[in-house]
């Protein structure tokens, strides 16, 4: 997947890849010096879940912050030029961004992740998702301007230890949104939804900063099925190095890229 990335009218010439791959200039949340060969395997203390709208991410990182006995952190939902937004006023796509930046930024930047604390964190986001959104919703000019927070911010950040992608195809978040009926998501568009899936598809086929565990959730669904839902967790509670696929076909549910 190369080259550049049609969103709406707009072309992204490698704008996603390069949020995926650029070296990230925060630091990385196990950055503590550890005797080697200490432990074979060490659960990650930072794990994010990221993915688009109903797609299960909410669910599961409080299932992981639960079994983990981890901080949960959760994505910011409060906004009050949301619904400006989403009845496209002018300049509220704008507004609507940088208050979720500043947000996001202000949560992960409280995180006690030093070389001395033994706190874990489950979160349901990552600090890239916000500038997912904006390359999805801002003019050029905006993001010239938005770009310069951005980059401020994210150096200040922890990087996870691993990253868990769940992804499902447009139809199944549409219905899942249909079956939710959440008020405020009513007014997410069809054509809208499959730009976020496209973008989401594409940021993280270039991504690198963490291990990364790619879930398809189309087939399965660990919110009411718990046979679904243990095969998940042990797969996370096993070493997961690159990048690697929970595939669940007749049992074969793992493969390493």
Same mark, same amino acid.
């Given at each position: 997947?190369?080259?550049?990335?049609?969103?709406?009218?707009?072309?992204?010439?490698?704008?996603?890849?390069?949020?995926?791959?650029?070296?990230?200039?925060?630091?990385?949340?196990?950055?503590?010096?550890?005797?080697?060969?200490?432990?074979?395997?060490?659960?990650?203390?930072?794990?994010?879940?990221?993915?688009?709208?109903?797609?299960?991410?909410?669910?599961?990182?409080?299932?992981?912050?639960?079994?983990?006995?981890?901080?949960?952190?959760?994505?910011?939902?409060?906004?009050?030029?949301?619904?400006?937004?989403?009845?496209?006023?002018?300049?509220?796509?704008?507004?609507?961004?940088?208050?979720?930046? &500043?947000? $996001?930024? +202000?949560? /992960? @930047?409280? !995180?006690?992740?030093?070389?001395?604390?033994?706190?874990?964190?489950?979160?349901? =986001?990552?600090?890239?998702?916000?500038?997912?959104?904006?390359?999805?919703?801002?003019?050029?000019?905006?993001?010239?301007?938005?770009?310069?927070?951005?980059?401020?911010?994210?150096?200040?950040?922890?990087?996870?230890?691993?990253?868990?992608?769940?992804?499902?195809?447009?139809?199944?978040?549409?219905?899942?949104?249909?079956?939710?009926?959440?008020?405020?998501?009513?007014?997410?568009?069809?054509?809208?939804?499959?730009?976020?899936?496209?973008?989401?598809?594409?940021?993280?086929?270039?991504?690198?900063?963490?291990?990364?565990?790619?879930?398809?959730?189309?087939?399965?669904?660990? &919110?009411? $099925?718990? +046979?679904? /839902? @243990?095969? !998940?967790?042990?797969?996370?509670?096993?070493?997961?190095?690159?990048?690697?696929? =929970?595939?669940?076909?007749?049992?074969?549910?793992?493969?390493?890229?």
């Amino acid at each position: 997947m190369t080259g550049s990335l049609e969103i709406g009218n707009r072309k992204l010439l490698l704008t996603l890849p390069a949020i995926a791959s650029e070296a990230q200039p925060g630091y990385p949340a196990n950055s503590e010096t550890r005797e080697p060969m200490a432990n074979l395997f060490e659960l990650p203390r930072y794990i994010a879940v990221e993915g688009p709208i109903r797609v299960g991410k909410s669910t599961l990182a409080d299932i992981l912050a639960g079994r983990l006995n981890a901080q949960r952190v959760m994505e910011p939902e409060s906004n009050p030029f949301l619904h400006s937004f989403y009845e496209g006023e002018r300049g509220a796509a704008f507004q609507a961004q940088f208050a979720f930046l &500043v947000q $996001r930024f +202000e949560q /992960l @930047q409280a !995180l006690d992740l030093g070389a001395r604390s033994q706190k874990v964190v489950v979160a349901d =986001f990552i600090f890239e998702k916000d500038k997912l959104f904006a390359c999805l919703n801002l003019t050029d000019q905006e993001l010239e301007t938005y770009n310069r927070y951005y980059n401020y911010f994210r150096a200040q950040l922890p990087t996870p230890d691993l990253v868990i992608y769940l992804q499902a195809t447009p139809e199944v978040l549409k219905k899942r949104l249909k079956k939710k009926n959440v008020p405020g998501e009513r007014a997410v568009s069809d054509d809208y939804l499959e730009e976020v899936v496209k973008a989401y598809e594409h940021f993280f086929f270039h991504y690198t900063s963490s291990d990364l565990l790619i879930v398809n959730t189309s087939e399965i669904d660990f &919110v009411d $099925r718990n +046979e679904d /839902l @243990q095969e !998940l967790l042990r797969k996370v509670s096993e070493p997961i190095k690159g990048t690697q696929y =929970f595939l669940p076909l007749g049992g074969q549910e793992a493969a390493s890229a």
